[in-house]
């Protein structure tokens, strides 16, 4: 799963591809929010608008990704998810403890900005 890192202002932009799942894929994501917050990133956008699939492993690393941001005094915000992944988030009843955005501008509070202008 390729994680892409982008910084906009105080935020970090975790752009995620493929399966949040056990193993490589939930290692890497880890390794890239924990590097954002030791860069002193305030707050945290999770990209999941090309993610297929989370299992047990991605939405545990998620939760510890929240208390962690959460500590050190920031925000994380989760944008893209499709149905199949929101429902992995509303069976587990986390739906209600992330805060979930349709687009990147949205959960930057820009408004009228497109998600390719948002991006650059």
Do not use: Q, Y
Not at 12 to 18: C, K, R, S
Not at 55 to 73: F, L
Not at 78 to 84: C, E, L, P, Q
Request: proline content about 2%; some cysteine.
């Amino acid at each position: 799963m390729p994680v892409v890192l982008r910084k906009i202002g105080d935020a970090v932009i975790v752009d995620l591809d493929g399966r949040l799942a056990l193993g490589g894929p939930v290692d890497e994501f880890r390794l890239k929010w924990m590097e954002a917050l030791a860069g002193g990133a305030k707050g945290i956008i999770v990209n999941l608008a090309r993610v297929t699939m989370v299992d047990s492993s991605g939405i545990g690393t998620m939760i510890r990704c929240h208390s962690a941001v959460s500590a050190a005094g920031g925000k994380l915000k989760i944008v893209g998810a499709n149905h199949t992944v929101r429902e992995a988030f509303r069976v587990t009843r986390l739906d209600k403890v992330f805060e979930f955005h349709e687009n990147e501008a949205s959960a930057l509070g820009v408004s009228g900005v497109s998600i390719a202008v948002a991006g650059v």
